[in-house]
């Protein structure tokens, strides 16, 4: 069964550091998505992107993130300079036809801690 | 999107149906409602959505009421892989890509 894939599956970083997290989406896919969830908090929206740009952005997705499909089959999230509270499991997710279905696999998450 | 509420926890006998509820009295009539769930820290999991109708896949049953204020997911025969937490979301497909997750059930399946 296709499945999303996340690299890596734990990065430990120090305040202030450039991080990239990685996701290989579903290969017919064409939306994509990043979400975080802050441990013992809710799973939340980061940004969505479709068709080489983003569509929809949450308010926690600031200046200091950013998206980038580099090639055909990845899909990246950076964090500039990452600060204590990016401390969370990030998830990629794809989707076949995005809002319309709300139908989203979701990769097995990418866990980022900030000393 | 209208809010959704669940109970914080429920627990179910492996073998025998799960039945999770959801309320969501203030929905709308263009709005699904989707059910997620996550397995211990991994990434959610679709399983079901429905905007009227009742729904069946091969993870489960979705029982929209007539007046669609609340909805039941049925698992039915759940097995200790089962155990997870369970979201209820709803939201209207044009007008959004995100999802809002909240707190969901967290369902318990026992020996």
């Known amino acids: 069964e296709p499945e999303v894939t996340q690299t890596p599956s734990h990065q430990v970083t120090q305040m202030g550091q450039e991080v990239i997290l990685r996701c290989v989406p579903i290969s017919n896919h064409l939306y994509f998505y990043w979400y975080r969830q802050i441990l013992g908090q809710k799973v939340e929206f980061l940004v969505s992107f479709y068709n080489n740009e983003i569509s929809e952005k949450s308010e926690i997705f600031d200046d200091q993130f950013s998206v980038e499909r580099p090639d055909g089959s990845n899909f990246t999230l950076k964090i500039r300079s990452t600060k204590l509270e990016d401390s969370a499991m990030y998830f990629c997710?794809?989707?076949?036809?995005?809002?319309?279905?709300?139908?989203?696999?979701f990769g097995e998450g990418s866990r980022l801690t900030v000393l | 999107d209208a809010k959704t509420t669940q109970p914080t926890s429920m627990d179910c006998a492996e073998g025998r149906a799960a039945n999770l509820p959801c309320n969501h009295s203030?929905?709308?009539?263009?709005?699904?409602v989707y059910w997620y769930r996550q397995i211990h820290s991994q990434g959610p999991q679709y399983i079901i959505h429905?905007?009227?109708n009742n729904e069946t896949n091969e993870m489960a049953s979705l029982i929209i009421t007539e007046d669609r204020k609340s909805s039941t997911l049925i698992l039915p025969h759940a097995t200790l892989r089962d155990t997870a937490v369970y979201y209820c979301i709803v939201r209207v497909p044009r007008n959004t890509d995100k999802l809002i997750f909240g707190t969901g059930t967290r369902l318990q399946v026992f020996p």
């Open positions: 997710a794809s989707s076949e036809r995005g809002r319309w279905t709300g139908e989203l696999f």
């Open positions: 429905g905007l009227k």
């Open positions: 203030t929905i709308s009539g263009n709005e699904y």
